[in-house]
């Protein structure tokens, strides 16, 4: 079992920026793709990105390409979202999923993939 903690959300204004992190427990954290998802209020959880074991490979939903990184580092056992050019329409929780499985997967985007996900952590875009 591995538990995920998100953190860094808050409040930006329209076309600010924003860095979310999620520190997950465990010595096995580098066996883990991981991914953020997003969940606007009255809407399903959206992929918005994954990240391979390793960093070397990435993915990223058609909406936030060129705006969001994903990065991490697993001496920290972290993964990061800097989000950039923020949108009020992007306001969410957003979570941290961790595919135990950790080999690419066609389907990265659905949330089945991951087996592990944190609290999430509230992103309010104001306009």
């Known amino acids: 079992q591995v538990q995920l903690v998100e953190s860094g959300g808050g409040l930006v204004q329209a076309g600010g920026s924003l860095r979310v992190s999620c520190l997950a427990s465990?010595?096995?954290?580098?066996?883990?793709?991981m991914g953020w998802f997003r969940q606007a209020p009255g809407k399903d959880r959206e992929f918005v990105a994954r990240i391979s074991r390793s960093g070397g490979s990435k993915y990223y939903a058609e909406s936030v390409k060129g705006r969001f990184t994903i990065s991490r580092d697993n001496a920290k056992n972290t993964v990061y979202m800097q989000r950039n050019s923020m949108k009020p329409e992007e306001t969410a929780v957003y979570y941290c999923?961790?595919?135990?499985?950790?080999?690419?997967?066609?389907?990265?985007?659905?949330?089945?993939?991951?087996?592990?996900w944190g609290q999430g952590t509230q992103v309010t875009v104001s306009s």
């Open positions: 465990g010595p096995l954290f580098s066996s883990y793709a």
């Open positions: 999923e961790a595919d135990a499985r950790g080999a690419f997967r066609r389907n990265y985007y659905a949330t089945q993939s991951y087996t592990y």
